[in-house]
């Protein structure tokens, strides 16, 4: 099974920061990764899509990059809505996989 | 619009069985490849099952391998995972999860249900 270890676990920051998130995976796959928005007692939400692709509607401040192995999530100025915790997903091969999450917290 | 609306949720007891639906509408129900994925309290998110658009195809987590079965029936637009031999670490909310496809791969989770809870306890 392919292991997404996401960094860090947890960020302190505040609004207008801006945040990398990074995944790794423990075997290439290729651009076949996908992020999440989760926020507490609510289902995820898409934010990106084949690594890099951003989903309609989810604000342009998210980005996606990387290949392979290692790929981020950068929110260039963190806005309030986006405290909250993300996930990537890996589509490579089954099982899917996620990482274990990166919660955004107010510093 | 796309609604998932999970059911079937509750309390078991360990070893007890239980059998999820998910009821699908807004969009053509069996174009499109289908996923369980769960999350324990306070945990992150864990993909549990797939299944491809014509039910042919079905895919599993290795901690339920042989102890749940994802079906559907696309006359009915309706997703289903039948759970056996329950766990206290089955105990999670349970989404049904549409899939983001093209003609050739699937790579993203589009649409989520609000979830169903269950709790496998004595």
């Known amino acids: 099974d392919i292991q997404m270890t996401q960094s860090p676990s947890t960020l302190s920051t505040s609004v207008g920061d801006r945040v990398t998130i990074t995944c790794r995976a423990s075997?290439?796959?290729?651009?076949?990764l996908a992020w999440y928005q989760q926020k507490p007692g609510k289902a995820p939400k898409l934010l990106i899509y084949k690594a890099s692709s951003l989903e309609s509607g989810v604000p342009s401040r998210f980005s996606g990059s990387g290949s392979e192995t290692e790929f981020t999530l950068t929110i260039t100025s963190l806005q309030p809505d986006d405290f909250a915790t993300y996930y990537c997903q890996q589509y490579n091969d089954y099982p899917l996989t996620f990482g274990g999450g990166t919660k955004v917290e107010i510093k | 619009e796309v609604q998932l609306l999970e059911s079937g949720g509750g309390l078991v007891q360990p070893g007890e069985s239980l059998r999820l639906s998910c009821a699908a509408s807004?969009?053509?129900?069996?174009?499109?490849?289908m996923s369980w994925v769960r999350q324990a309290p306070g945990k992150g998110l864990e993909w549990v099952s797939g299944i491809n658009g014509n039910g042919g195809s079905t895919y599993y987590a290795d901690s339920v391998k042989g102890r749940f079965t994802i079906s559907r029936d696309n006359s009915k637009n309706t997703l289903y995972v039948q759970m056996h031999s329950l766990r206290a670490e089955d105990t999670a909310v349970y989404y049904c999860a549409k899939e983001m496809c093209s003609s050739t791969n699937c790579y993203a989770i589009d649409y989520w249900g609000q979830g169903t809870l269950v709790t496998v306890s004595s």
């Open positions: 075997q290439t796959i290729r651009s076949w």
């Open positions: 807004g969009f053509t129900f069996r174009t499109y490849a």
